[in-house]
């Protein structure tokens, strides 16, 4: 069975720097994109862009290019999301998904259960 | 960039037909996807490749396309249908990939 298993909530001052984890299990963790989505508290789905274990190639949509970074390490099967410097904004919910079939970019059909980061002074 | 849009909320009557529209100027040319979030959840895949169903995901739940909409149709809509629906797409570009803007269905 496929998991994507996420680190636990997170609560951090403004200008702090963070990274979050996605541990896949249950399939070739390398063969497989993993994507990041932001949802703000009471708001929508925010696709912030993928990566892909196996040679770390990465797509960032323009609106999280450059706040953020994904990486990944295949040897223990976990993809990362990280920020050098913490804003309120951040607040979010943080899903890694997967999608359904090995080199292909989407739709996300395995999700990770989500991680809370909480930005407040 | 890129948007998808939807109407924000939506109500049914239980057994009844609803039709959740998302409108975006690639859809002729990229496939629209839809999932559901219940509160508290991860979403959930209920259409792919604007008409597929997954497995698991119950007859009622339909997908279509015309033009640049994209539509859900949920027939004899239950209580436990009561979620945030959003829609999914690409830009023409192959990325970024797009949400729109969610459609929170009640249903009463």
């Known amino acids: 069975e496929v998991q994507l298993v996420q680190s636990g909530a997170e609560v951090k001052k403004p200008g702090q720097s963070l990274r979050i984890s996605c541990k896949g299990f249950?399939?070739?963790?390398?063969?497989?994109?993993i994507g990041w989505v932001r949802q703000m508290p009471g708001k929508g789905l925010e696709w912030m862009g993928i990566?892909?274990?196996?040679?770390?190639?990465?797509a960032y949509s323009p609106s999280f290019q450059g706040q953020v970074t994904f990486s990944a390490d295949k040897s223990i099967n976990t993809a990362y999301l990280q920020w050098s410097s913490l804003k309120a904004s951040d607040t979010a919910i943080y899903y890694c998904?997967?999608?359904?079939?090995?080199?292909?970019?989407?739709?996300?059909?395995?999700w990770g259960q989500g991680t809370l980061v909480t930005v407040s002074s | 960039s890129y948007e998808l849009t939807q109407p924000p909320s939506m109500s049914v009557s239980p057994g009844q037909t609803t039709r959740i529209t998302c409108s975006g100027d690639?859809?002729?040319?990229?496939?629209a996807f839809w999932y559901q979030q219940k509160s508290g959840q991860a979403p959930v895949l209920v259409i792919y490749?604007?008409?597929k169903r997954p497995s698991g995901i119950p007859e009622r739940f339909s997908g279509s396309t015309s033009g640049t909409m994209a539509t859900l149709t949920i027939s004899g809509a239950r209580v436990e249908d009561e979620a945030d629906y959003y829609c999914?797409?690409?830009?023409?570009?192959?990325?970024?990939?797009?949400f729109g803007g969610g459609t929170k269905l009640t249903v009463l």
């Open positions: 998904a997967r999608p359904p079939s090995p080199g292909v970019h989407g739709p996300f059909d395995s």
């Open positions: 249950g399939y070739t963790f390398t063969n497989y994109w």
């Open positions: 990566i892909y274990p196996g040679d770390s190639d990465t």
């Open positions: 690639t859809l002729p040319k990229k496939y």
């Open positions: 490749d604007d008409n």
């Open positions: 999914y797409s690409q830009d023409t570009s192959g990325n970024p990939w797009v």
